[in-house]
Nanobody, 125 residues
Framework: VQLVESGGASVQPGGSLRLSCEGS????????IGWFRQAPGKEREGVAC????????RYTAPVKGRFTISRDNAKKTGYLQMNDLKPEDTGVYYC???????????????????WGQGTQVTVSS
């Protein structure tokens, strides 16, 4: 199982980015995709999760209403559309996979086994 993130960049506040998470070595149909981020000096935090079943989508409070998680199972790729970016969204963004569902503690990374290498997002004026 391998996950590779892409799409990170430097943007101004209010801007948008779309991150991609391309998987290989497994069928994405059977896995949840989680997005996490880590800011300098801070612990990793959950951002969004998309379970294998339609409608199983979760967001954490800081991004709800601004970020949208989606997936294309045929392409084995997950996406994170980020709108209205704020400086506090700055960090390294990681995607990870978990079998089938977004668990009750998904935002802590619990249950996620495969992790990508991360992609840097910087929001600054």
């Amino acid at each position: 199982v391998q996950l590779v993130e892409s799409g990170g960049a430097s943007v101004q506040p209010g801007g948008s980015l779309r991150l991609s998470c391309e998987g290989s070595g497994f069928s994405l149909d059977d896995y949840a995709i989680g997005w996490f981020r880590q800011a300098p000096g801070k612990e990793r935090e959950g951002v969004a999760c998309s379970g294998s079943k339609e409608g199983d989508i979760r967001y954490t409070a800081p991004v709800k209403g601004r970020f949208t998680i989606s997936r294309d199972n045929a392409k084995k790729t997950g996406y994170l559309q980020m709108n209205d970016l704020k400086p506090e969204d700055t960090g390294v963004y990681y995607c990870a996979d978990d079998f089938l569902y977004c668990g009750s503690s998904w935002y802590q990374g619990t249950g996620f086994t495969g992790w990508g290498q991360g992609t840097q997002v910087t929001v600054s004026s």
